[in-house]
């Protein structure tokens, strides 16, 4: 197919703005939308891509991803998780800062952003540090990592435990109108745990780490950028309690916005079976019913973001027994078909939810336009077979790691074609 020019037939459009897909044509020409309609007009010399029975969606955009350079690069890399965020309809990704060395200077950041220009197909963002090396104790360079086009501040991975650091922090972040990205967790509280704390880890004799230990310092850190007047993000939020504590904030006016990641949708505490380490993560599975308070979250608005906090370990760490194995999950590759399989293709909640949540509002987040299909729009979009099955083999995927429940699992649903301006950056409709 010619980069060119090209028309996708018959697909059927989602937008954040309707529950009902839209069948509709998208004329393409160098990289930009210049028609959409029903049965467009054929052009000569102009290819045709036949997209019946596919849904075409904005490019997502996964505001939470671990891509462990530099230091780690036997885990994953920038180029390899891009790639893998490509194979998964994700088309923009947003860096942690906990690398080795950690992301805490204009520097780092600059260094990072060399390496996506040079290694990755789509916009790779990254954020820095609250605190240097990301102990807690000294702020980094918070000016001159957002001059460098840092898009947050994070020490994520780690709270910052000092509460005047934080609130330091937060002065400077809102002085530069810049997000503080929030790990909430009481190390105290936390210890050694491995597992959420409660009937599962006493029976499988595992430290647990108690909900209150998210709880309070989703708490202490809404208070203190309500104080200091900063945009707090919570990251990753898993507990019920955790959830209504923000949404009471959000109705006080304060500034803060929050994330759920599908894995805190899917899977809970029972789900760990037999020491399973691939549903070891931090913040741990909680209970059943925080999945269906959190879903339930995810509708009302709740949830700013889905994110879904990709984070690959080596298949040695992964094969460590559970409280040594550390703690995390992939996901841009398995976020898109899980979603469907459990929550659209069920009705639990339409594609235009999806659309929002995981494309639209993490670039409004971060102050980007979000993608739209419309005459003169750069082409940003994925095109999703729903009656496709994918299996996710080490062959299918692109990550460096797997270390996810769904390793040689099926689901419904199928990333076929990924494109990005002028270049299609997956094609797997035509073959």
């Given at each position: 197919?010619?980069?060119?020019?090209?028309?996708?037939?018959?697909?059927?459009?989602?937008?954040?703005?309707?529950?009902?897909?839209?069948?509709?044509?998208?004329?393409?020409?160098?990289?930009?939308?210049?028609?959409?309609?029903?049965?467009?007009?054929?052009?000569?010399?102009?290819?045709?891509?036949?997209?019946?029975?596919?849904?075409?969606?904005?490019?997502?955009?996964?505001?939470?991803?671990?891509?462990?350079?530099?230091?780690?690069?036997?885990?994953?890399?920038?180029?390899?998780?891009?790639?893998?965020?490509?194979?998964?309809?994700?088309?923009?990704?947003?860096?942690?800062?906990?690398?080795?060395?950690?992301?805490?200077?204009?520097?780092?950041?600059?260094?990072?952003?060399?390496?996506?220009?040079?290694?990755?197909?789509?916009?790779?963002?990254?954020?820095?540090?609250?605190?240097?090396?990301?102990v807690g104790k000294e702020l980094a360079d918070i000016g001159g990592m957002h001059a460098r086009g840092a898009v947050m501040i994070t020490d994520d991975g780690d709270p910052?435990?000092?509460?005047?650091?934080?609130?330091?922090?937060?002065?400077?972040?809102?002085?530069?109108?810049?997000?503080?990205?929030?790990?909430?967790?009481?190390?105290?509280?936390?210890?050694?745990?491995?597992?959420?704390?409660?009937?599962?880890?006493?029976?499988?004799?595992?430290?647990?780490?108690?909900?209150?230990?998210?709880?309070?310092?989703?708490?202490?850190?809404?208070?203190?950028?309500?104080?200091?007047?900063?945009?707090?993000?919570?990251?990753?939020?898993?507990?019920?309690?955790?959830?209504?504590?923000?949404?009471?904030?959000?109705?006080?006016?304060?500034?803060?916005?929050?994330?759920v990641s599908p894995h805190h949708l899917f899977f809970n505490e029972t789900h760990i079976g037999d020491y399973d380490t691939h549903y070891k993560m931090n913040p741990p599975?909680?209970?059943?019913?925080?999945?269906?308070?959190?879903?339930?979250?995810?509708?009302?608005?709740?949830?700013?973001?889905?994110?879904?906090?990709?984070?690959?370990?080596?298949?040695?760490?992964?094969?460590?027994?559970?409280?040594?194995?550390?703690?995390?999950?992939?996901?841009?590759?398995?976020?898109?078909?899980?979603?469907?399989?459990?929550?659209?293709?069920?009705?639990?909640?339409?594609?235009?939810?999806?659309?929002?949540?995981?494309?639209?509002?993490?670039?409004?987040?971060?102050?980007?336009?979000?993608?739209?299909?419309?005459?003169?729009?750069?082409?940003?979009?994925?095109?999703?077979?729903?009656?496709?099955?994918?299996?996710?083999?080490?062959?299918?995927?692109?990550?460096?790691?797997?270390?996810?429940?769904?390793?040689?699992?099926?689901?419904?649903?199928?990333?076929?074609?990924?494109?990005?301006?002028?270049?299609?950056?997956?094609?797997?409709?035509?073959?």
């Open positions: 197919m010619s980069n060119d020019a090209y028309i996708l037939r018959n697909g059927q459009l989602a937008q954040e703005n309707t529950p009902d897909l839209v069948e509709a044509d998208l004329f393409i020409e160098k990289g930009h939308v210049t028609a959409v309609g029903s049965a467009l007009p054929a052009v000569d010399g102009v290819a045709e891509v036949d997209c019946a029975g596919r849904v075409i969606l904005p490019g997502l955009f996964d505001a939470h991803v671990h891509l462990r350079e530099p230091g780690r690069e036997d885990k994953e890399s920038i180029s390899t998780g891009s790639e893998a965020a490509i194979n998964g309809g994700v088309t923009g990704i947003v860096a942690m800062p906990n690398c080795t060395p950690a992301i805490d200077s204009a520097g780092m950041v600059q260094s990072v952003l060399d390496i996506a220009s040079r290694e990755a197909r789509i916009p790779v963002y990254t954020t820095g540090c609250i605190t240097k090396g990301r910052v435990g000092n509460h005047q650091v934080l609130r330091r922090a937060m002065e400077y972040a809102r002085e530069f109108d810049l997000i503080v990205a929030s790990h909430c967790e009481v190390k105290e509280l936390s210890g050694v745990g491995a597992m959420n704390e409660g009937e599962v880890s006493y029976r499988l004799g595992v430290s647990g780490i108690p909900a209150a230990s998210e709880e309070i310092c989703i708490s202490r850190d809404i208070r203190l950028a309500n104080l200091t007047g900063a945009h707090v993000h919570i990251q990753h939020v898993t507990s019920g309690e955790g959830m209504r504590t923000i949404e009471r904030f959000k109705d006080d006016g304060v500034d803060v916005t929050c994330e599975l909680r209970l059943a019913e925080d999945n269906a308070i959190l879903l339930d979250g995810l509708k009302r608005g709740i949830f700013d973001i889905i994110a879904t906090d990709h984070a690959p370990h080596t298949d040695f760490e992964k094969q460590l027994d559970f409280g040594s194995a550390p703690f995390g999950i992939t996901g841009l590759e398995t976020a898109l078909p899980t979603l469907y399989q459990n929550f659209i293709r069920t009705g639990t909640f339409g594609w235009d939810l999806l659309v929002k949540r995981y494309s639209a509002e993490p670039r409004r987040l971060l102050r980007m336009e979000p993608v739209e299909f419309k005459e003169g729009a750069k082409v940003d979009l994925t095109v999703f077979n729903p009656e496709r099955e994918t299996v996710f083999t080490k062959e299918f995927m692109r990550s460096k790691r797997r270390n996810t429940p769904f390793l040689d699992q099926t689901v419904q649903g199928h990333v076929e074609m990924v494109i990005l301006g002028e270049n299609v950056l997956l094609d797997r409709l035509q073959k």
